[in-house]
């Protein structure tokens, strides 16, 4: 078996894939197991987990220490050097032949080679990586080539995340909140925040002021927050538009593939789908750093990889009542589900999810008190496949993991999962989906006539996601909610 790890890097993560048929058996996060958000660190309850799913006999690692030992140092970060073979022996795998591959090419080998394409142009954009902050790549039967790439410390990852902080949320983990605010404002400061903090801008060419520490100070106090957000998202959508119809016109491309944790802005990913600039679009279920433990395997590889679902961690087997879920639902009531195995990525898709009618008034405010989140947050609708374009802007490409932020047709009936904008961030659910949604949405379907629920991940704000038996116990009794 191949073992990726991502580590001492935030979200920690494994993944192992049988190297005889490239199919992915386990992937999963360290914070599920230790409960602490975006951890860093393994732990032996995720390494023993993973052993349930065979015996690594090779490990891939997913950076090269060197090159971002070196860039620590030019950024002043002091250098933080580690030893791979030390940690593999803390887990008796000390002795396994260790392939090192650099963090773009891992992101970008994990979204071609999982996305079913022959041939693809993919846009890595993330906040750093040894040094890549964004590079472009094409892809097909030869391999991957990069193409282009721009290095620290220019960064639009760091710039989204220096508005992150400078909003007062936690950088690298909570700009998808300022995502959500940016409807609220409107983009008003966005050439003036361009002057002050990039010094030039032609996508895909960019230059940033330093900001690996911040922005205090660079931006005028009395300007709102909201418009801040929308300001900086409007830049955001500027450059990753500018950059793919760059792309497509220099590589001649058709199909595009967005990776790193800047494919997880499904406000602008679904900017770039709209346009329809592309014949197909891909965005993988976990484009970021948590991704990396698949991505090194991937570059290893250099082929594609069977990834059928996301359902690849912990396994929680255990019966779920449907027409006990239903009747609570119907009843108004919030529910849980922890069942099955957990998912691979950020988002929710039914085995940790909290369930609720999306039609309700107060549907939302209930549920972001539960999850003690602000309130001007929407939620997501989890939709049977076969109505989604019935009531959404839709095209049935890669909309399985919630990475596009689509116009809904009537928001007015569903409020809880409409942002102010109108627009939702859909998983379809299809006949083949293996989770336990897929069954609650067809008998809710029959019994209401709605094909779809409010789908939102199994925790409060600031904690993972449920993972075991006895976190959905905890859960549940901490926040009255029923969890099956």
Request: aromatic letters at 8%; one cysteine or more.
């Given at each position: 078996m191949l073992l990726g790890i991502n580590t001492y890097n935030h979200d920690?993560?494994?993944?192992?894939?049988?190297?005889?048929?490239?199919?992915?058996?386990?992937?999963?996060?360290?914070?599920?197991?230790?409960?602490?958000?975006?951890?860093?660190?393994?732990?032996?309850?995720?390494?023993?987990?993973?052993?349930?799913?065979?015996?690594?006999?090779?490990?891939?690692?997913?950076?090269k220490p060197f090159s971002r030992n070196l860039r620590q140092m030019y950024s002043g970060e002091g250098i933080r050097p580690y030893s791979i073979k030390n940690l593999l022996k803390r887990y008796k795998l000390g002795e396994l032949p260790i392939h090192k591959y650099s963090h773009h090419e891992n992101h970008a080998a994990q979204a071609f080679y999982t996305s079913g394409m022959r041939?693809?142009?993919?846009?890595?954009?993330?906040a750093i990586g040894e040094w890549d902050t964004t590079s472009i790549w094409t892809a097909d039967s030869n391999g991957l080539q990069k193409r282009w790439n721009r290095q620290y410390p220019s960064s639009m990852g760091l710039f989204y995340s220096a508005i992150t902080q400078a909003l007062g949320f936690k950088p690298n983990e909570e700009e998808y909140i300022v995502m959500g605010m940016a409807a609220l404002g409107a983009p008003i400061h966005a050439q003036a925040m361009r002057d002050r903090l990039f010094t030039s801008f032609n996508p895909p060419n960019f230059r940033t002021r330093r900001m690996h520490k911040g922005i205090r100070g660079m931006l005028p106090g009395y300007w709102r927050a909201e418009d801040i957000a929308a300001s900086a998202q409007l830049i955001w959508q500027d450059y990753l538009l500018g950059?793919?119809?760059?792309?497509?016109?220099?590589?001649?491309?058709?199909?595009?593939?967005?990776?790193?944790?800047g494919a997880l802005n499904c406000v602008a990913n679904d900017l770039i789908r709209s346009s329809g600039a592309f014949d197909e679009i891909y965005v993988p279920p976990n484009p970021g750093d948590a991704g990396l433990a698949l991505g090194a395997i991937a570059a290893h590889l250099k082929a594609?990889?069977?990834?059928?679902?996301?359902?690849?961690?912990?396994?929680?087997?255990?019966?779920?009542?449907?027409?006990?879920?239903?009747?609570?639902?119907e009843a108004g009531e919030v529910v849980g589900i922890a069942n099955g195995r957990a998912e691979w990525g950020p988002r929710a898709l039914g085995n940790r999810s909290l369930l609720a009618d999306p039609r309700g008034p107060d549907v939302k405010d209930r549920v972001n008190a539960i999850k003690k989140r602000e309130e001007f947050r929407p939620f997501a609708p989890a939709v049977l496949d076969e109505y989604a374009d019935s009531m959404f802007e839709i095209d049935h490409n890669n909309m399985d993991y919630m990475q596009f932020a689509v116009r809904c047709y009537d928001p007015e009936s569903y409020p809880a999962i409409c942002h102010v904008d109108d627009t939702s961030r859909v998983q379809m659910v299809n006949k083949n989906n293996p989770s336990i949604l897929r069954t609650i949405l067809e008998v809710w379907h029959a019994r209401t006539g709605c094909?779809?629920?409010?789908?939102?991940?199994?925790?409060?704000?600031?904690?993972?996601?449920?993972?075991?038996?006895?976190?959905?116990?905890?859960?549940?009794?901490?926040?009255?909610?029923v969890v099956f």
């Open positions: 920690a993560s494994v993944c192992l894939v049988n190297p005889h048929n490239h199919e992915v058996v386990f992937a999963a996060h360290a914070e599920r197991y230790s409960r602490q958000k975006n951890d860093s660190e393994l732990n032996a309850e995720l390494i023993e987990d993973m052993l349930d799913y065979g015996e690594p006999t090779q490990v891939c690692w997913f950076e041939h693809a142009g993919i846009l890595v954009i993330d950059t793919v119809m760059w792309m497509r016109k220099k590589y001649n491309i058709r199909n595009l593939i967005i990776a790193g944790g594609p990889i069977k990834m059928k679902h996301a359902y690849l961690g912990y396994d929680i087997r255990r019966r779920v009542p449907v027409d006990g879920v239903i009747s609570l639902l094909p779809m629920l409010l789908n939102t991940s199994l925790n409060i704000k600031g904690e993972p996601l449920v993972n075991s038996v006895d976190d959905a116990r905890r859960f549940s009794s901490l926040n009255n909610v």
